[in-house]
C-alpha cells in the first residue's frame, strides 16, 4: 500500500511559476507521473518519470514544465514556468504499483490572465 501526498499549487498570474511535490509513503516508487484536470474536461498526463530520471512531457507543457524526483526522499516534483490560463486544472500524481494505481489528493493550480 502506498499513500501519496501532495503539496504546492495555488493562484498565480499569467507568465509565473509553481511548483508541485508529491510524497509516497509507504513503498518505493517507481515510475511516477503528473496528470491533471482542467474544469469540465477529461484528465490528461503531463508529464512522467522513470526510476532512472528519463523523463517524458505533453506537448502542450513541453519546454515550461520539468519532473524531476529525489529518491531518498521518495518525492518527485513538478516545476511550472510560464504558466498560461490553459493550464488552470486539478494537478494529480500518480505511481503504478503491482498493476493498481495510486493517486494523490489533487492539487488546484489557477492561473489568471
Known amino acids: 500500500q502506498v499513500q501519496l501526498v501532495q503539496s504546492g499549487g495555488g493562484w498565480v498570474q499569467a507568465g509565473g511559476s509553481l511548483r508541485l511535490s508529491c510524497a509516497a509513503h509507504?513503498?518505493?516508487?517507481?515510475?511516477m507521473a503528473w496528470y491533471r484536470q482542467p474544469p469540465g474536461q477529461q484528465r490528461e498526463l503531463v508529464a512522467d518519470?522513470?526510476?532512472?530520471?528519463?523523463?517524458y512531457y505533453a506537448d502542450s507543457v513541453k519546454g515550461r514544465f520539468t519532473m524531476s524526483r529525489d529518491n531518498a526522499k521518495n518525492t518527485v516534483y513538478l516545476q511550472m514556468n510560464n504558466l498560461r490560463p490553459e493550464d488552470t486544472a486539478v494537478y494529480y500524481c500518480?505511481?503504478?504499483?503491482?498493476?493498481?494505481?495510486?493517486w494523490g489528493q489533487g492539487t488546484q493550480v489557477t492561473v489568471s490572465s
Open positions: 500518480k505511481t503504478t504499483i503491482s498493476w493498481r494505481d495510486f
Open positions: 518519470i522513470t526510476p532512472g530520471s528519463s523523463t
Open positions: 509507504g513503498s518505493i516508487i517507481n515510475a
